[in-house]
């Protein structure tokens, strides 16, 4: 392996730090202490772990966390009234409802019901736009995660080539987003794109957001380029469950100049950002100066 491992985990614990500071300080000077609530319908193992571990680290991190589990049963009008309440909460700062909902559910009725101000998983439509044009929004925590990782690195991220593979409303698009805001030059690859190792072989920054194992190998990484694998993807090897990327790690690592490993990579940064998402929430809410270096 040539390649500086870029060390998600390391890095978060970094921002979760700054974040306390953050909450310490509007505690002491101003009596406000940020609120994160989260909403978990139904019983799905992995929505479970994620929301628990949410919690703890909303605690640790000197929040207060409102976790609302309901029945995979609940109405969409029972949810809809639980969350136009907690957008009048004003000690709530941040919603989250947890993805997938059940079925029975329409998760963009859902998401366009959270006041955008307090959506800190940065869906709802408002936000997508504002993004968009380069406005002042709540910004998806993992596309910013990612970028917070890349500006470390590089410092400036200006007139790089980046291509970004994947265009999901979650990861793709707003990563794109945030690189151009950063003056990269990108390009969102995709399943049609037409010869994608080409594509990805003139990048500087590629970041990986497809949800395939192992897809990109090393042949297509150009020298010395900075690799972003967003994905998680588990798989079964030698008769052994493994987690993979969406980047072959060890043929990457041979060409690349910086990576992130999987797992330890990008997923630690997700919830380091929710807090630092809600922290910035609570900030504008109050109109006060938001925290330098928390988010785009």
């Known amino acids: 392996m040539t390649a500086t491992l870029i060390d998600g985990k390391a890095f978060a614990a970094g921002i979760r730090g700054q974040v306390a500071g953050h909450v310490a300080r509007l505690k002491a000077e101003h009596g406000i202490t940020p ?23 909303t605690v640790e991190a000197g929040m207060n966390s409102f976790e609302h589990k309901l029945l995979p049963t609940t109405s969409e009008a029972a949810l809809l009234d639980l969350i136009a309440r907690l957008n009048t909460d004003p000690a709530v700062h941040g919603i989250l409802v947890q993805l997938p909902l059940p079925k029975h559910l329409n998760e963009d009725l859902v998401i ?10 940065g869906f709802h439509i408002s936000n997508v736009g504002l993004l968009g044009t380069g406005q002042k929004s709540m910004v998806p925590c993992t596309p910013l995660g990612c970028l917070m990782m890349l500006r470390d690195h590089h410092g400036s991220l200006s007139g790089l080539n980046a291509v970004v593979i994947g265009r999901s409303n979650i990861v793709g698009k707003p990563m794109a987003q945030l690189l151009l805001g950063d003056s990269c030059t990108v390009t969102i690859a995709h399943s049609r794109t037409k010869d994608l190792p080409a594509v990805v072989r003139g990048a500087d920054i590629v970041v990986a957001a497809v949800g395939r194992p192992e897809m990109v190998p090393g042949d297509w990484i150009k020298p010395g380029a900075t690799v972003i694998d967003v994905g998680i993807n588990r798989i079964e090897r030698d008769g052994k469950t493994k987690l993979v990327g969406d980047c072959d790690f060890d043929s990457c690592a041979a060409v690349a100049g910086a990576i992130t490993p999987v797992p330890g990579g990008v997923g630690p940064m997700t919830i380091a950002c929710l807090l630092a998402n809600t922290l910035t929430a609570a900030c504008r809410a109050n109109g006060l100066p938001e925290p330098e270096g928390l988010t785009a």
């Open 35 to 57: 609120g994160l609530a989260v909403v978990l319908v139904g019983e799905d193992p992995a929505s479970q772990v994620y929301v628990r571990s949410k919690g703890k680290q």
């Open 112 to 121: 366009k019901a959270i006041d955008p101000a307090k959506d800190v998983d």
